[in-house]
């Protein structure tokens, strides 16, 4: 592709016009290619599914210095994805820099703070506390400018009409390199080249994420039908407007401070 002079930001939408207009035609690869010679501050977000896998394959082909990944650990992950992020370690010799919830080192500590089984009693609180503070934690200790993320258009919902890259509501650039690939394309480039996967997927999982909000799906059911069944959630707190969560997070956390110093009123005499 052309020069590889850094893109200088804030991205106008003029220029992520004509950006869009030209990734659209590349091969995930070549949007990858245009990534690490374009994009400032790169760094892939990944909880290690399937498409971000690829990338990580990927990425290590093109150059010897891949960008660092960037895992929030939400401390209810699987034991299989965590084994899978050391097998991503050992394989690719990538830097993984992990974050987790704000003063939380393991689940007693989130437990203790927020008490048990926070995302069936406040899920959007949830999502901010488990992934979003920490990502954006990340991005700010880290200098992030851009993301890689593991996004498809295929995978529907608020997927469906994605763009090989985005600018969100606090001007990170996120650049989605498999926008354009269904599944069947992911899970081939997968088994031709040996990529590690989560051993949850020979197990009847299409879609791995927290364990308390992932479900085994039936043959032919959507690929993430599995997450969160049974809600009308479609999509993880990182896809979501920022400050909208934030402002969401710290209405629920006045609410609960509120409900703890109330008096108590004696009810009859």
Known sequence: MASSTPLTL???????DAINKQLVENTPEEILEWAVEHLPGLYQTTAFGLTGMVAIDMLSKITKSPPPLIFIDTLYHFPETYELVEEVKQRYGVPVNVYKPEGCETTQDFEKKY???LWERDEETYDFVVKVEPARRAYEQLGVKSVITGRRASQGADRAGL???EVDETGLVKLNPLFAWPFAMVDWHITDNEVPRNKLLDQGYRSVGDWHSTAKVAEGQDERAGRWAGQEKTECGLHKDYFAMKAQAKRAKAESEATKTAPSVEVGA
Request: glycine share 8%; net charge neutral.
């Open 115 to 117: 008490g048990e089984k």
């Open 10 to 16: 804030p991205i106008s939408n003029d220029t992520l």
């Open 163 to 165: 763009k090989p890259l």
